[in-house]
């Protein structure tokens, strides 16, 4: 085997099966996307007691993993074990490696090979030049890098171009369209209407903003620091839901797919700020011909997508 190109990938969650969607497509893989997909679905329901686990299940788990690992052959799957943060720190199997030969992909060397590395935070592996390409949220970038000016940021386009040269060498190169939109919410009395409810309303508005702590900054970007002038940030008290804070507060930010749940707490919805969206990333300097051939293979939207979202 020639070149083989090493892309960082979330370990678990809807990123990692946006990923695996996308090769499944790009590389024709759908049985490996599908296998690797059905397992950790799986092994989520069991840490989240959705499943029924038999007695000794913390033992289990090592069973379970040797079952799913194989690991004398790189083309199929590897797992390990992390802590999961819930109640009592139950160990949770999550998605390890994978190789996928390239032979006949087209623009792609025959020999050449992608081996997808499961990390816990894949954007700050490439920021330490550990990896030429890898996938994340585009989330992380806004909370860590984007540069912070009076106008707002509402496309994954114009990601770059508020990314400082001299902080990170790391650039978006496009988005995988999962999108799940930050949004503002806000109570009947606060806001007349959701189509009255976006930044213009924000310019005039001075008060308390329901976010969640570790948004701080992208809300910074997405709203724009001029936006916010006269606006102060609460954060939700622990174990209170982030929709019932944001309707305690009267006016919010906050992730949301449909919506329901922010209406069972009356809130209006009101503008989508930005998608939260995992994006394909590379390092610019770690990227050889190879790399970049593997980078056009994955960069561009699915006919897929793009039909889903012309309906």
């Known amino acids: 085997m020639g070149e083989t190109i090493p892309i960082a990938?979330?370990?678990?969650?809807?990123?990692?099966?946006?990923?695996?969607?996308?090769?499944?497509?790009?590389?024709?893989?759908?049985?490996?996307?599908?296998?690797?997909?059905?397992?950790l679905r799986h092994e989520k329901a069991v840490t989240k007691g959705k499943v029924d686990s038999e007695p000794g299940a913390e033992e289990h788990v090592y069973h379970r993993l040797a079952d799913y690992s194989?690991?004398?052959?790189?083309?199929?799957?590897?797992?390990?074990l992390l802590r999961d943060d819930r109640a009592g720190k139950p160990r949770r199997i999550v998605f390890d490696s994978v190789t996928i030969p390239l032979e006949g992909v087209d623009g792609v060397p025959d020999d050449a090979?992608?081996?997808?590395?499961?990390?816990?935070?894949?954007?700050?592996?490439?920021?330490?030049?550990?990896?030429?390409?890898?996938?994340?949220?585009?989330?992380?970038?806004?909370?860590?890098?984007?540069?912070?000016?009076?106008?707002?940021?509402?496309?994954?386009a114009d990601i770059n171009a508020r990314i400082d040269p001299a902080?990170?060498?790391?650039?978006?190169?496009?988005?995988?369209g999962d999108t799940v939109y930050h949004t503002l919410m806000a109570t009947p009395d606060v806001a007349p209407s959701g189509?009255?409810?976006?930044?213009?309303?924000?310019?005039?508005?001075?008060?308390p903003l329901c976010i969640e702590p570790r948004y701080e900054r992208l809300v910074q970007a997405v709203l724009g620091t001029?936006?916010?002038?006269?606006?102060?940030?609460?954060?939700?008290?622990?174990?209170?839901?982030?929709?019932a804070a944001i309707a305690d507060t009267g006016l919010g930010v906050y992730l949301t797919v449909t919506g329901s749940t922010a209406r069972?707490?009356?809130?209006?919805?009101?503008?989508?700020?930005?998608?939260?969206?995992?994006?394909?990333?590379?390092?610019?300097?770690?990227?050889?011909?190879?790399?970049?051939?593997?980078?056009?293979?994955?960069?561009?939207?699915?006919?897929?997508?793009e039909l889903a979202v012309e309906t």
């Open 113 to 156: 090979a992608i081996q997808l590395i499961g990390r816990e935070e894949p954007f700050r592996a490439l920021r330490t030049h550990e990896f030429a390409l890898g996938f994340d949220s585009a989330d992380l970038i806004l909370e860590e890098v984007v540069e912070l000016r009076p106008e707002p940021l509402d496309r994954i």
């Open 195 to 207: 189509d009255s409810l976006d930044r213009s309303f924000l310019e005039s508005y001075e008060g």
């Open 70 to 80: 194989a690991v004398d052959d790189r083309t199929e799957p590897e797992y390990t």
């Open 226 to 243: 001029r936006t916010l002038d006269g606006v102060g940030f609460e954060y939700p008290v622990e174990g209170r839901e982030e929709e």
């Open 9 to 39: 990938v979330p370990r678990k969650g809807r990123p990692l099966e946006s990923v695996l969607d996308r090769l499944a497509r790009r590389l024709d893989v759908p049985e490996l996307a599908d296998d690797i997909t059905s397992t």
């Open 167 to 176: 902080d990170t060498d790391v650039r978006v190169v496009t988005g995988l």
């Open 264 to 305: 069972e707490h009356g809130l209006l919805l009101g503008e989508q700020l930005f998608p939260s969206e995992t994006v394909l990333l590379e390092t610019k300097p770690e990227v050889t011909d190879t790399a970049a051939a593997v980078r056009a293979l994955l960069n561009g939207a699915d006919l897929e997508t």
